[in-house]
């Protein structure tokens, strides 16, 4: 099973222009096909830096999402990079011209058909909001920074190309414990993790306004075995006597 990433890219949103959107739609997409990222990076448009990550997830054999850049502005990079990552010339897509042409007629040339120039070898990306696509290549799905594009692009290429990852989706479920510390747990939740290798197994501890802790502990998996877990992970709060509360 690869490890699933998403680059995000963008100076607007390292700046705070705009607020991503693509880390909630894609959990979005991903959850209910019992998937879940590994891993995300925020890049600016400096095309050093984005073909140099490019290169190395390339390499990594992860799929990965990318989002923006693929525009045919000057500040659009992300096609270029992509190629240059893998050292392949940058060509027409025959298919994309015909998409752009369909949707533009003559206003397609001389400047919105560079949005149909990817790295050599790759496949589109239908976009069902204007037409223009995105781009496949090496698992790198590479889409618009539009997040009401990105997002149906993203759905197709999970539909089209992964559905044989799909699995039941994972359920949480976790518990509030009053008064507690973090660090009582510890050797508890070390005994935890290896009887339970399939289990997520989180704490998060918080404080109200007036300092008291508490600790969330809980678990993610798939709906029997995390059951299971909580089980134990209740029984060990009543053996030490404490107050919990059901969170979900």
């Known amino acids: 099973m690869p490890a699933i990433g998403l680059i995000i890219i963008g100076d607007e949103i390292l700046s705070g222009k705009r607020q991503d ?14 998937l879940a990222i590994s891993w995300v990076q925020i890049l600016g448009d400096e095309p050093q830096r984005l073909q140099e990550t490019l290169r190395r997830s390339f390499a990594s054999g992860d799929i990965v999402f990318c989002f923006g850049g ?48 990817y790295p050599q070898g790759a496949d589109i990306i239908p976009n069902s909001f204007n037409r223009v696509p995105g781009f496949s290549i090496k698992q790198h ?10 997002q149906p692009m993203m759905e197709w290429v999970l539909d089209n190309c992964y559905q044989s990852l799909f699995t039941e989706r994972k359920v949480e479920h976790a518990v ?15 005994k935890f993790e290896p009887n339970f290798p399939s289990l997520r197994l ?14 969330e502990l809980g678990v993610e998996g798939q709906a029997a075995e995390a059951e299971c877990g909580m089980l134990e992970i209740k029984a060990e709060i009543e053996r030490r006597n404490m107050q919990w509360e059901p969170l979900y």
């Not at 959107?21 to 019992?34: C, D, F, K, M, Y």
């Not at 799905?141 to 990105?150: D, I, N």
């Not at 509030?176 to 070390?190: A, P, T």
Request: negative net charge; glycine residues 6%; proline residues 8%.
């Open 141 to 150: 799905h590479f889409m618009p920074g539009f997040p009401m594009m990105a």
């Open 70 to 117: 693929i525009g045919a502005t000057p500040d659009d990079r992300t096609r270029q990079c992509a190629a240059a990552a893998l050292d392949l010339p940058i060509e027409r897509h025959p298919e994309a011209v015909k998409e752009i042409e369909a949707q533009f007629g003559e206003d397609a040339y001389p400047q919105r058909v560079r949005m149909a120039e």
């Open 202 to 215: 989180f704490s998060l501890p918080k404080i109200d306004d007036d300092g008291r802790r508490f600790i």
């Open 176 to 190: 509030l414990i009053m008064d507690g510390q973090e660090s009582e747990w510890i050797e508890f939740m070390e």
């Open 21 to 34: 959107r693509h880390l909630a739609n894609a959990n979005a997409l991903l959850q209910p096909r019992g």
